[in-house]
Structures are given as C-alpha cells and as structure tokens.
C-alpha cells in the first residue's frame, strides 16, 4: 500500500510542474494584424486571439489560405476570443480565412518544456 501511494506522487510530482508553469499568451487581432504576429511558446501553454479590431476575422491554422484542420474559429466580433493549447513542439502557421490575401498570417513556434 506505501508504494502504491509513493508511486502515485511520484507521478503527480512529475506531471504537475508541467501544467503548474503553463503560460498564457495574447494575440490582439487588430484591423488587419495579429500583434505579435510571430510568438515563441512552451509546450504545453495557451495562445488566446482576441478581436480588438472593427472587423470579424478568424485565426486558422495552415499555409497559403489552405487551412490543415488544427484549428479554425468562426468569424470573431470585436472583443470575442478563442483559445488553443500547444501540447506538441513544432511551427504552426495561421491566418485570418477572409484577409489571408493582405498578408494577414501569423507563426506561434513551440518549444519543448
């Protein structure tokens, strides 16, 4: 029965920390921008978007205008906001679906924790 306990916060001990220092970061949609429009993150931590702009746009992820079905959010109003979390390392681009063609695009890197 010790052992079982002591394996158990063994564990905690050793996932915890991992979600104890995620992080979360803005992006402000502005008009036509994301501000940062290219970020560095840890694995594991959130980028919020949020809208702060006149007119809807969608944070999407993909190259090009060619979405790759990560994420893609609805048309978001000024003032709303969509979140994701970066579980996995590696560069995911995005842009906004309507805007994509003004050079509205933008890079969130991940980073191993």
């Known amino acids: ?21 995620a992080t979360n970061h803005q992006v402000s949609i502005v008009d036509f921008a994301f501000s940062p429009n290219n970020l560095t993150v840890d694995q594991g931590d959130t980028v919020t978007w949020t809208n702060k702009g006149r007119f809807p746009h969608t944070t999407t ?7 790759d079905g990560l994420w893609d959010t609805k048309h978001l109003a000024r003032g709303e906001s969509f979140s994701y979390v970066f579980s996995q390392p590696g560069t995911y681009h995005y842009f906004c679906r309507p805007h994509h063609g003004l050079g509205m695009k933008g890079v969130v890197v991940v980073t191993h924790r």
């Open 61 to 67: 992820s993909g190259v090009n205008g060619k979405p």
């Open 1 to 21: 029965m010790a052992s079982r306990s002591i394996a158990i916060l063994v564990a905690i001990a050793i996932l915890f920390p991992l979600t104890a220092m």
